[in-house]
């Protein structure tokens, strides 16, 4: 069975930063881009970025580039997201997803809340 | 960015009467490749978003032959054939073709 498993969430201070971690594991997770997207409270679903299997090539949402970094480690079948510079509009859940095939998602975590306020 | 504008953003559902979302892109879906990357995704309260339909038109394996997909280029609909209660929920259109991924605003589906 697919699992994906994020942690990590917290509150966080305006210019603080924090990394997330996704755990995956029912699946060859090496074999698959993996993905994060975000909802704030009350709000729709924001695409952030997605990785390739190794980690190589990386896309990202405008509004985090340059602060957010996606990175993976095969052998821990771990997804990471690193947060910088995070601002009170980065409040949200934070899901991983897993990318099945080019343009989608199957698989979701059950998402980690990140609260930025002071 | 690609906007996708759903329509209706609240939808009063009679159980056991069809219902059907749009969703509209400001541009065409049609990846150079010659396909179209247009899924979509419901999400009821508290959980996370489940995918329903990809490819425009392609079923996830366990979801219920009421629910179909259909559209081309910018205009795509998702059909209910016979609304039941566990379909409540928000539903979300999201194209996977142009960079950045992007989603419509969410359709609420309620039983009247």
């Known amino acids: 069975e697919v699992q994906l498993v994020e942690s990590g969430g917290a509150l966080v201070q305006p210019g603080g930063s924090l990394r997330l971690s996704c755990a995956a594991s029912?699946?060859?997770?090496?074999?698959?881009?993996m993905s994060w997207v975000r909802q704030a409270p009350g709000k729709g679903l924001e695409w952030v970025g997605n990785?390739?299997?190794?980690?190589?090539?990386?896309y990202y949402v405008d509004s985090v580039k340059g602060r957010f970094t996606i990175s993976r480690d095969n052998a821990r079948n771990s997804l990471y997201l690193q947060m910088g510079s995070l601002r009170a509009e980065d409040t949200a859940v934070y899901y991983c997803?897993?990318?099945?095939?080019?343009?989608?998602?199957?698989?979701w975590g059950q998402g980690t809340l990140v609260t930025v306020s002071s | 960015d690609v906007v996708l504008t759903q329509s209706p953003l609240s939808l009063p559902v009679t159980l056991g009467q069809p219902a059907s979302i749009s969703c509209r892109s400001s541009?065409?879906?049609?990846?150079?490749?010659?396909?179209?990357?247009f899924n979509w995704f419901h999400q009821r309260p508290g959980q996370s978003p489940r995918r329903l339909i990809y490819?425009?038109?392609d079923r996830d394996s366990g979801v219920p032959d009421r629910f179909s997909g259909s559209g081309s280029g910018i205009d795509f609909t998702l059909k209910i054939s016979r609304v039941e209660a566990d379909d409540v929920g928000i539903y979300y259109c999201?194209?996977?073709?142009?960079?950045?991924?992007?989603f419509g605003q969410g359709t609420k589906v309620e039983i009247k």
């Open positions: 029912g699946f060859t997770f090496s074999l698959y881009w």
């Open positions: 997803a897993r990318n099945d095939a080019p343009g989608t998602v199957d698989y």
């Open positions: 990785t390739d299997e190794e980690g190589t090539d990386k």
């Open positions: 541009q065409s879906l049609v990846h150079s490749n010659g396909n179209n990357y």
């Open positions: 999201m194209q996977g073709t142009h960079w950045p991924w992007t």
């Open positions: 490819r425009i038109s």
